[in-house]
């Protein structure tokens, strides 16, 4: 049996990787494998959220975790990690976005200062994207009819860890970072770790000592035991939702079918008292039936 490790999807993980700007051409390789932007732009790398605290890991939102970094020229990037189904995700990340353009300039300050905002988000036990196969879609403001763009400040990036596609074609690097995020035992990291990329090598190297470190370790427990507990939660209330559907589908039956009953036997020229009597309805339900 492999043994299983602590993967870079783990919130304790992924912050001792991405939030620390000691590994700074380790995020700037994989950003310039998902990002179009000069890689000159990752030459002043900045962490905007520098507090990433692995000892808050437990008391963070659950499903959540981001990293915020600003480029040279000011181009603000957050990195997301999603390990849970968010409800409103799509709404969620626009709503972000927008924020994150409105906290660049300040009350009569010109429109001129807002530099590009990039939202990426790495789904790891869900697909987010299933209007299509890819397993890297971006996102921009433009003309759907006429294929061109009305803004580039705002972009979404979304990797899907689950889909099958291969882009090894395509973008070899990013297929690199995919085997890397999605390296779940000791044997597949050592894999990732063999191929011909510093930066992911260097990355491996980061899980195998968080893997390795006891105190590290029972915090991404404690955080995985969170996230479980957190979507059983979500689960158990999904079902209730369903049996309660149900139920109430069923008791709206029953009085769909308690009306049609009255409908006939008014037709028929029935009491009304016998009406209500046989099915149930208060003589003002039937009466309104007329």
């Not at 000159?40 to 900045?46: I, Q």
């Not at 491996?204 to 404690?222: C, G």
Request: hydrophobic letters at 35%; proline letters at 1%; glycine letters at 4%.
């Amino acid at each position: 049996m492999q043994n299983k490790i602590f993967p870079a999807t783990n919130d304790v993980v992924f912050k001792k990787i991405f939030g620390d700007i000691n590994n700074k051409e380790i995020i700037k390789d994989f950003l310039s494998s998902i990002l179009n932007i000069p890689e000159e732009e990752y030459d002043l790398l900045k962490i905007e959220n520098p507090f990433l605290n692995v000892e808050d890991s437990t008391n963070e939102k659950l499903g959540i975790l981001d990293v915020k970094l600003s480029t040279k020229n000011r181009k603000i990037i957050d990195i997301e990690i999603q390990v849970a189904r968010m409800k409103y995700m799509r709404e969620r990340v626009l709503f972000y976005l927008s924020k994150m353009t409105l906290d660049q300039i300040g009350a009569g300050e010109d429109y001129g200062k807002i530099q590009k905002v990039i939202s990426i988000i790495i789904a790891s036990d869900h697909i987010l994207v299933k209007e299509n196969e890819k397993q890297h879609n971006r996102y921009l403001f433009c003309n759907q009819e006429r294929d061109s763009i009305f803004s580039d400040k705002m972009e979404i990036d979304v990797l899907d860890l689950m889909k099958k596609t291969d882009l090894s074609k395509d973008n070899p690097n990013l297929a690199k970072w995919v085997n890397f995020f999605n390296a779940k035992t000791e044997k597949q990291l050592e894999e990732v770790h063999n191929m011909q990329n510093s930066a992911i090598k260097q990355a491996t190297e980061i899980v195998m000592k968080v893997n390795q470190d006891d105190e590290l370790r029972v915090k991404a427990e404690q955080r995985e035991n969170a996230i479980r507990a957190y979507k059983s939660e979500i689960e158990g209330s999904r079902q209730e939702g369903i049996k309660q559907g149900i139920e109430q589908g069923i008791e709206q039956g029953k009085q769909s079918e308690k009306i049609e009953i009255a409908k006939s036997l008014l037709g028929s020229g029935m009491d009304i008292n016998f009406i209500a009597k046989h099915t149930g309805l208060l003589i003002e339900e039937i009466e309104q039936l007329k």
